[in-house]
């Protein structure tokens, strides 16, 4: 960044408060947004805008004043860069300041770039597949494949105990 562009970026952290001092609204543009500020009321804003909208309402006081106390016939000189700094003071109140933007480097972007990236591309994890649902009405079938008469009175999970222990005994199917 170059000294300019640090000057116009610590210039644009520093917040003011404007009050339009005169006794008539003020309508001033900057950056071309129209900005109305009615007499005796006060508009916050970065300290460009502010003293942009200072500048201009302090040259039209200064010149309806130079305007009334001259003579119609002769030029008269509106205004001093010295009178437009002493109202711009009257005008214009610094209220703080906000805490410079974070540096963004190449390197820290594509960092963050790559895990936007990762989080958005990479492959979802298998879901767990659950064991298949077996029914007492299976079991049983199967135990009789094995050439076992099973109790059909005992529960689901002693049947499978025993078809299990048929299985690590190397019993299979008929």
Same mark, same amino acid.
């Given at each position: 960044?170059?000294?300019?562009?640090?000057?116009?970026?610590?210039?644009?952290? !520093?917040?003011?408060?404007? +009050?339009?001092?005169?006794?008539?609204?003020?309508?001033?543009?900057? !950056?071309?947004?129209?900005?109305?500020?009615?007499?005796?009321?006060?508009?916050?804003? !970065?300290? #460009?805008?502010?003293?942009?909208?200072?500048?201009?309402?302090?040259?039209?006081?200064?010149? !309806?004043?130079?305007?009334?106390?001259?003579? +119609?016939?002769? #030029?008269? &000189?509106?205004?001093?860069?010295? $009178?437009?700094?002493?109202?711009?003071?009257?005008?214009?109140?610094?209220?703080?300041? $906000? +805490? #410079?933007?974070?540096?963004?480097?190449?390197?820290? *972007?594509?960092?963050?770039?790559?895990?936007?990236?990762?989080?958005?591309?990479?492959?979802? #994890?298998?879901?767990?597949?659950?064991?298949? +649902?077996?029914?007492? &009405?299976?079991?049983?079938?199967?135990?009789? *494949?094995?050439?076992?008469?099973?109790?059909?009175? *005992?529960?689901?999970?002693?049947?499978?105990?025993?078809l299990m222990e048929l299985e690590a005994k190397g019993i299979t199917s008929k």
């Amino acid at each position: 960044m170059n000294p300019e562009e640090k000057r116009a970026e610590e210039s644009e952290r !520093r917040i003011a408060r404007f +009050k339009n001092i005169d006794n008539e609204s003020f309508t001033h543009s900057f !950056r071309g947004i129209s900005i109305t500020v009615q007499a005796g009321e006060e508009y916050t804003g !970065r300290f #460009p805008e502010v003293d942009h909208l200072a500048k201009h309402l302090a040259r039209k006081m200064l010149s !309806r004043e130079a305007k009334k106390n001259s003579a +119609k016939d002769k #030029p008269v &000189k509106l205004w001093t860069p010295a $009178q437009i700094d002493e109202k711009k003071r009257e005008i214009i109140t610094l209220i703080g300041e $906000q +805490k #410079p933007k974070e540096v963004i480097t190449p390197e820290s *972007k594509r960092e963050d770039d790559i895990k936007k990236i990762e989080n958005e591309f990479k492959p979802k #994890p298998p879901t767990p597949k659950e064991p298949p +649902k077996v029914s007492k &009405k299976d079991v049983i079938k199967e135990l009789e *494949k094995r050439g076992v008469k099973p109790d059909v009175k *005992k529960p689901l999970e002693d049947l499978l105990k025993e078809l299990m222990e048929l299985e690590a005994k190397g019993i299979t199917s008929k």
